[in-house]
């Protein structure tokens, strides 16, 4: 191998290490879990956009009761397969009466949903002193998805979530419309 090649190939390792580095501390959603202890044994938990189901089989395996929603097929599958109680539908019209759960998990969903509508929901189907547990999604899993990777509808959602923190910021406002079903 010529030495130019190899100091081109150590130049990219840097790239990429420094890239890596770079989006990895600026994503706190994969350093937060969701505090699933602050549901007791016994409670009755809506995971929204539960996605593979794995917070609401955590809170099933400390004792839990619970039950998932999601809008994308592959997730429902998924979920299913493992045994969970898990239904379609969005964040903005859950099928639970009021006051009917004590506690709801929203991890990673919210820049999916309509929010004042979602938010509704929730304070709907939860009881009085009921309790949610609620996520977000930080820059760096939105420059991620728009920099590394090869999914036209990721880069897609990475870029519109950026846009949308920089007007949330600058003008209170978000873009029209919502992204749409993303499962993990
Ligand atoms: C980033 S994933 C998070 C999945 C899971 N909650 C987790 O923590 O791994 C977002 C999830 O929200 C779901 N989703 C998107 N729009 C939704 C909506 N309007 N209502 C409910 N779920 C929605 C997607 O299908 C996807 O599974």
Redesign the pocket.
């Known amino acids: 191998m010529q030495v130019s090649s190899i100091k081109t190939q150590r130049i990219k390792s840097i790239i990429r290490a420094a890239r890596f580095l770079f989006l990895s501390s600026l994503n706190p959603y994969f350093r937060s879990k969701p505090y699933l202890e602050s549901f007791p044994p016994g409670s009755f938990v809506i995971d929204?956009?539960?996605?593979?189901g794995?917070?609401l089989e955590e809170h099933l395996d400390r004792g839990g009761r619970g039950a998932g929603?999601?809008?994308?097929e592959r997730?429902l599958v998924t979920a299913r397969a493992k045994g969970l109680n898990v239904v379609r539908a969005?964040?903005?019209s859950l099928p639970f009466e009021t006051g009917s759960a004590d506690g709801v998990i929203l991890?990673?969903?919210l820049p999916?949903?309509v929010e004042d509508q979602a938010f509704a929901e929730i304070a709907r189907v939860l009881r009085p002193g009921g309790r949610l547990e609620a996520y977000y999604?930080g820059a760096g899993f939105a420059l991620r998805d728009l920099l590394v990777n090869h999914d036209v509808r990721k880069r897609y959602f990475g870029l519109r979530s950026l846009v949308n923190s920089v007007m949330m910021g600058v003008a209170g406002r978000k873009l029209p419309g919502?992204y749409?079903?993303?499962?993990?």
């Not at 929603?69 to 994308?72: A, G, H, K, R, S």
């Open positions: 929204i956009g539960c996605g593979s794995w917070a929603t999601e809008v994308d997730c969005p964040a903005e991890s990673g969903v999916f949903t999604i919502k749409g079903a993303r499962c993990m």
